[in-house]
Structures are given as structure tokens and as C-alpha cells.
């Protein structure tokens, strides 16, 4: 089936999301179906949902470039929402990366990649605007860093990107949310990733899909390589723990974070070791200023907190405990 002629063919935009069972890709296909856009969805792995309005979907690894361009020859936007997991990131981000750069280019679409806040180093700045510098002085940063420049090289042979920077995200499972500060509220606790009072920056998925889509539907007035910072919700552990007591109606007690005792199961873990590396995010206070974007899309509207943190004492918790899920080493 050739999905871009379809999409064409109903006089409506097109998008090919990449990682489509992942925690952005899922939010990014519900997001622009429900604009109005004709979604072509892959993923490595088949789908158990039917073909909803306005969604296709594609079964094929993202390295198999062959195939994803055979099956889509033209498209309006590319949303990159591969996301290996840490202990590949070395093998696998750069033939990702130069994958979808292949992709985008080859079917003229402008490419849409989540940036994080890793790129500003160890001793990030508690205001990250755009222009804030970067600093490779973890594996993480120097690793997304080079992804970057990786991209905006690109766009000087033809490719079209935007880079949208985000926080961590709020929804889905395998976060830090649902994986470890939920996973005890049956219990009455909430656990605490560090200091209370710092702020911490936060990205409700279903709002940063919308702004996927908003940015997308204003793709001509970009410039062929752009990063914009979405600065979603801010918020410390303590404002958490209240939002979460809010919607619980009931006091929750708060547990701290066993740093030492991870850092004990990790000598088993290469997982666990690569997100304890990561802990100094819940040590320094960080928000996301976004100019760029606001200018491009006017006011900006988010998801209240206890909106946002709604499903994790609403459903059944589905992330697993932290400790047991690193101590596997399965993908989180």
C-alpha cells in the first residue's frame, strides 16, 4: 500500500510517525488523527489496534529505509519518536539518526525530533532558553549533542528539521513516574527523586503532541533547521506530592529515592547504572523558557498538574517497581 498517495489522494496533510509504539509516538498519532491528518504509524512490531480514522500502519524496523520509503514515497511531516533505550544508545542513536535523516529528506517532509534537557551538561542552568549553551560533560549530553549537530549538518544538504525541547514526560509507563514516584501511592507513598523545593521541568504528553501538530501545521515559516523549547509544566516534588494528595483525597507519605541502594543492584544492572547517572536532574533546579515558540504559535496553554497526574491514581499503577525492572535490564 502506498500510504502518502492515500493521504494525497484525501487532500489532507500527511504524517509519518517513527516509533509509533512509543510513549511520544502514540500521543503523536492520537494527536494529529485528531487534527484531521492522515497518520501513517510504524513500528518494529505489529499493532494490536485497528486501523483508526485517518491511521495506517506500517510494520518494518526504522534501519529498513527501503522499505519505509517504498511503502511511503512522499509525506508532509516526519516525526522521529524512535527512542532507544540507554544501555544501546551507543549502537543504535547515530544509524537511527541517519535513518530518519534519510527518510525525511527522501520523502521531502519536514522532520520533527523531541529534544531533552541532557544537552546542557551536569550543571545545567535553572533557566534553559534557547540560546543556553551546551555542555558534553556526560555521556548523555555529548551522545544528544552529537545527534544535533548530526541534524542541523543535514539540513545543509536539503533536509528540513525542528528540534522541540521538552522535559520529562508525564504519561505512559517505563517513566520515572509510574516506574518509581507512583509506585507505591497504593501504599499511601509518594517517593521523592531529590530535594522537595527544586523545580523540575515536566511535559504532559498529550499537550506536547498538540504542540507537534500546531508547530506542523506552521512548518512554511520555519527555517530549515530550528529548536524551540515547549516549557510545559514546572514543578517541584513537593508541588507533585500535593497534586498527587489532591487527587488521592488522602494525606500520602513521602519516601525517599534509595540512590544507594540502586547504586548497589547496579553492579548487576547496566540499566540501572545508566539512569543513576542521570539522578543529577533531581539535584538541579531547571525550567524551560520558551520564546521561540511563542512567537511562533502565540499563547501557549498547558494541562493543570492534577490534570496531567490524573491516570497514575485513577488506573491501576502499570509501571513495574523501579528496582525489580532495572534489576532485568528490560527496556524502560
Known sequence: MNFASKANNAQSPSVLVLGAKGRLGQAAVEAFAAAGWRVIAQARSASHDRPGRNIEYLQCDVLDTASILAAVPMVDVVVHAVNPDYTRWDSLLPPSTDAVIRIASATQALLMVPGNVYNFGADLPPVLAEDTPFVANTPRAAQRIAMEETLAAATQQGLRCVILRAGDFIGGTG????????????????????????????????????????????????????????PGITASGKEVHAALEQLSGRPLKAKAMPWLLMQAISLFSPMLRAAIKMRYLWQRPHQLQGKKLEKLLGKISTSSLQDALRSYVKKPQAGKDFLLEAGTGKRS
Open 175 to 230: 517513566t520515572w513516574l509510574d516506574m518509581a514516584i507512583t509506585k507505591s501511592l497504593s501504599k499511601g507513598v509518594v517517593t521523592h527523586m531529590g530535594p522537595d523545593d527544586l523545580p523540575h521541568a515536566w511535559a504532559y504528553l498529550p499537550d506536547l503532541a498538540r504542540i507537534f501538530v500546531r508547530v506542523a501545521e506552521k512548518r512554511d515559516r520555519l527555517p530549515a533547521f530550528e529548536v524551540m523549547h515547549y
